[in-house]
C-alpha cells in the first residue's frame, strides 16, 4: 500500500469537510492510505477491501471508528449515509460494487465517485443513473475527476447469483466448467496467456501451487486431468471467490488461499504453475511478480519446478538467474512466454 497520495487522493484531499460526521464506506480501486486521514472527520469508517493486502495494511490501524471488510459481499452497518468510491478499470467491477453496496445504503446517503480521467471514471453517470442517482461532476484536477450525487430511492436488492458467469475451457478428453465474477483478470473467458500456459505444461504429479489463480483454471485443470493436490492462491476476493466456486462447479477438492503474494504460504510443493499479474488498475506493475520470483524456490520440494507464463515484453530472466540454478524458455511466440525454473 502506498503511503504517498495518488493523484485520485490529492483531489480528495482538496474536499475533507465532505465527509465530517459522515458514517463512511470506502469501497472501490484503492491505492493509498488517503481513507485512514478522514478518521478525525467522520463519525465511523467502514473499509471494504477486494485486496488481501489492503485488507491487512487497513486492519492494523487500531481505532473505534474503523472497521474493515475483505469480501465480495461486504456487510454495512445500517447507519451508513455516504459512500467514497474510487472507479475501477473494469466497469463490470464497479457496476458489481455500485449493486451490492448501494441497497444497503441510509434513505438519501451521498455518494462520492473518484477516478482518472484516462480510467473511465466519467461512466460513473451512465452506471448510476440505473439507479435514478445524477452525478455531478465537482472537481477537476490531476487528470481525475470526483462526482457527487445522492441516492434517491431505494436501490434494487442484490442477487449475486446473476453475476456469476460460467464458461468452459476445452481440455484433452474432458472440458473445465469456470465460474467467473467481475473484477476476476479476463473475467467471463479464458486469455491467450493461460491458454498458452496450458498447452505447455507437461503431466503434472504430487503438489501443485497455482499463484494468481484468478477464476482457477490453471490450477483446476490439473487436478481435473492429473489428480494432483492442489492449492490455489491470489490476492483478490472475487479471484477466491471464483476459485472455490468453480471447484466445486468441477465436483473438485483443493486449498484455497487469500494472499498478498506468499505471505500466507507456509509449505513447499512439487510444482508451482502461474500467470503472474503486472497490471494494478490501469498502471503496469512488476513489484508483486518480482517478489515472488524472488521469493518462488523457498516454496518448492527439491527439483520441484516453476512454469509461468509471461508477456515476451517482461524481462524476467536476470531475476530468475539469481535464485534458480537453471531456467528454460520452452516457447516464445513473441507475444507470450513461457519458462521453466528448476530448483
Known amino acids: 500500500m502506498n503511503t504517498s497520495l495518488h493523484a485520485t487522493s490529492q483531489v480528495l484531499a ?9 458514517h463512511l464506506v470506502v469501497a472501490g480501486q484503492l491505492a493509498d492510505n488517503y481513507p485512514l486521514n478522514l478518521l478525525e472527520q467522520v463519525a465511523s469508517l467502514q473499509i471494504c477491501c477486494s485486496h488481501y ?4 495494511h487497513f486492519k492494523k490501524t487500531d481505532d473505534d471508528k474503523l472497521s474493515c471488510q475483505f469480501s465480495v459481499e461486504p456487510q454495512l452497518a445500517k447507519n451508513s449515509n455516504a459512500l467514497l468510491f474510487f472507479m475501477p478499470k473494469a466497469k463490470q467491477e464497479a457496476a458489481y460494487l455500485f449493486a451490492s453496496i ?13 477516478g482518472e480521467n484516462r480510467g473511465g471514471v466519467k461512466s460513473c ?3 448510476l443513473a440505473e439507479f435514478g442517482i445524477k452525478m455531478n461532476k465537482i472537481d477537476s484536477a490531476r487528470r481525475c475527476g470526483l462526482y457527487f450525487g445522492s441516492l434517491t430511492k431505494a436501490a434494487p436488492a442484490f442477487q449475486p447469483e446473476q453475476w456469476l458467469s460460467q464458461f468452459e475451457v476445452a481440455l484433452p478428453n474432458t472440458r473445465l466448467q469456470v465460474m467467473s465474477l467481475p473484477g ?11 491458454q498458452l500456459l496450458l498447452d505447455n505444461l507437461p ?9 494468481g489463480c484468478g477464476a482457477g483454471i490453471i490450477g483446476a485443470s490439473q487436478a481435473l486431468l492429473h489428480k494432483v493436490d492442489i492449492t490455489l492462491l491470489d490476492v483478490s476476493a472475487y479471484a477466491v471467490t471464483s476459485t472455490k466456486a468453480t471447484l466445486k462447479q468441477n465436483q473438485l477438492n483443493g486449498t484455497v488461499i487469500a494472499s498478498d503474494g506468499l505471505s500466507e504460504v507456509n509449505q513447499r ?4 504453475v502461474s500467470n503472474p499479474p503486472f497490471h494494478a488498475g490501469i498502471d503496469t506493475q512488476y513489484e508483486t511478480t518480482e517478489t515472488f520470483l524472488a521469493q518462488a524456490k523457498q516454496h ?14 517482461l524481462q524476467y530472466e536476470a531475476l530468475i538467474k539469481q535464485h534458480f540454478a537453471r531456467y528454460e524458455s520452452i516457447l516464445d511466440n513473441k507475444k507470450f512466454k513461457i519458462l521453466r525454473c528448476c530448483v
Open 300 to 313: 518448492l520440494n527439491a527439483q520441484g519446478e516453476l512454469w509461468l507464463v509471461a508477456n515476451s515484453f
Open 53 to 56: 493486502g489492503h485488507f491487512t
Open 184 to 194: 476476476v483478470f479476463n473475467h467471463g473467458k479464458l486469455d491467450d496467456g493461460s
Open 125 to 127: 453517470e451512465k452506471l
Open 269 to 272: 510443493f512439487d510444482f508451482i
Open 203 to 211: 503431466a503434472l504429479h504430487g503438489s501443485v501451487l497455482d499463484f
Open 14 to 22: 482538496r474536499h475533507d469537510q465532505l465527509f465530517a460526521d459522515r
Open 102 to 114: 448501494l441497497p444497503q445504503l441510509s434513505d438519501d446517503a451521498d455518494i462520492f465517485v473518484v
